[in-house]
């Protein structure tokens, strides 16, 4: 069971629907939808004691619970021919297990370097924030990805319009470029401002229906550069 079931149970149990939940904790009804439709939640620690806090259930019993119900469990054959051999076997399987274990855990243990060029001033994928002041660059450890090597610098997106592709608090890698195709996600500028927007035809587009598109008219948009991923943090 993923996050976005489980909360969706909680919910249930204490007859409370999605508004009143959203409106409760202060988010965006759409942000909710998104942590319910998702298999993972990815979801800020404040949030989400929030949302224990007003379903009245205890936080770690809440991730106890989701941890335990992604698990798959032992098939019953497994664990009938494990409950049959001795305990000289059950060693010899104990210790592949733990030799397999390690195994796993050492090939997924991802790569990581430091990236940087994350600019301390935050783009908007809602109302825009002030970027004519200058840059102020500080490092930050990720995960090694093509994106990451190929950035030229990377910025936090803060507000909803860019939802469910883009969250307030993702860092997003931004390559350079003066002009981003129709449909791509870009980096602009519009009187001093940012944004993380869709490039259309004459305007800028919030994917969030909520949020309205920006046009020229308001004055004139340049294009910074293309996002290319998502930073992913270790």
């Not at 806090?53 to 770690?60: A, S, T």
């Not at 399987?93 to 990236?115: G, I, S």
């Not at 994928?125 to 450890?141: C, M, S, V, Y």
């Amino acid at each position: 069971m993923g996050f976005g079931k489980l909360l969706e149970q909680k919910m249930a149990e204490k007859n409370v629907k999605q508004a009143e939940l959203a409106e409760a904790i202060g988010i965006p009804k759409t942000t909710l939808s998104s942590m319910l439709s998702r298999d993972t939640s990815k979801i800020e620690i404040e949030v989400f004691l929030d949302i224990c806090r007003y379903l009245d259930c205890d936080p770690e019993e809440f991730y106890v619970e989701y941890v335990r119900k992604k698990q798959k469990p032992l098939s019953p054959s497994f664990v009938s021919k494990y409950n049959a051999i001795d305990d000289n076997g059950k060693k010899m399987v104990n210790a592949v297990l733990n030799l397999e274990y390690e195994r796993c855990m050492d090939k997924h243990t991802p790569n990581t370097f430091l990236f940087r060029k994350l600019s301390e001033n935050k783009v908007s994928a809602g109302t825009g924030f002030d970027l004519n002041d200058p840059d102020q660059w500080r490092t930050i450890e990720v995960i090694d990805t093509p994106e990451a090597r190929q950035a030229d610098f990377a910025v936090k997106v803060e507000g909803a319009s860019m939802e469910p592709d883009y969250y307030d608090g993702d860092i997003v890698y931004i390559a350079l470029a003066s002009e981003v195709p129709v449909g791509k996600v870009g980096l602009f500028m519009q009187n001093g401002k940012g944004y993380i927007k869709e490039a259309g035809k004459g305007r800028i587009i919030s994917r969030n229906p909520e949020y309205e598109d920006i046009y020229p008219t308001d004055g004139n948009i340049e294009c910074k550069g293309c996002v290319i991923g998502i930073a992913e943090l270790p």
